[in-house]
């Protein structure tokens, strides 16, 4: 790896780790890591501060993936290196090494890398998660999924670099949403759309 190449690598990291969902929770006075499932992502923000302010930490973590993307592009340096940036946002060093479960910023990579896979994969995401109500089992599908339909879509010119960069990116996904599969078996994680009684 060149100096130019070690640049990117650690500009990258440095961008996913700017914990957008702990600013936008502090902006009302509340530390998102304390509340709700004290995960530091959109999702959190959205149940703990309100929706249009998970909106913003939507916006601010994809954007993270998207600025990454377009860095490697930009220095002509190894795609892979882009995913540093969900590395970032899951460790962060602003964070004490703790943050999010890179679900957006993995889908800001997409933005850039392959906009017809970022559709199916949001898609695969609405499905499983009207299906089964748990925002975990969305997130955790779609990326696990994302590398299949990338593979798919690119079939037979497939860009073998970034089908391994999102099995990665899916992998650590299901890692990071441990506690929450943990929570699944046990009945006790939150659903959305809850049906009334």
């Not at 602003?94 to 906009?115: E, P, Q």
């Not at 997130?139 to 089908?163: F, H, I, T, Y």
């Not at 299901?174 to 049906?195: C, D, L, T």
Request: aromatic share 10%; charged share 10%; proline share 3%.
């Amino acid at each position: 790896m060149n100096w130019q190449a070690l640049g990117v690598a650690v500009l990258c990291y440095l961008v996913g780790a700017i914990p957008f969902s702990y600013l936008v929770g502090r902006l009302k006075g509340i530390d998102v890591r304390r509340h709700g499932s004290g995960n530091v992502g959109a999702t959190n923000v959205t149940r703990v501060v309100g929706a249009s302010y998970g909106a913003v930490a939507l916006i601010g973590d994809v954007g993270k993936g998207i600025v990454a993307a377009w860095l490697t592009g930009l220095f002509g340096v190894p795609l892979w290196l882009s995913g540093l940036a969900v590395v970032g946002h899951n460790w962060s060093i602003f964070l004490k090494w703790s943050g999010g479960k890179g679900v957006a910023t993995t889908l800001g990579l997409l933005v850039v890398f392959s906009w017809p896979t970022l559709l199916v994969t949001v898609a695969i995401w609405l499905f499983l998660v009207l299906l089964t109500r748990y925002v975990a089992v969305g997130s955790m599908g779609a990326l696990l999924g994302a590398p299949v339909v990338l593979w798919l879509l690119q079939s037979p010119s497939v860009n073998w670099e970034l089908v391994g960069l999102f099995g990665a990116l899916g992998l650590m996904a299901v890692w990071q949403h441990r506690s929450n599969i943990q929570r699944i078996v046990q009945g006790e994680e939150s659903r959305v759309f809850k049906k009334s009684r």
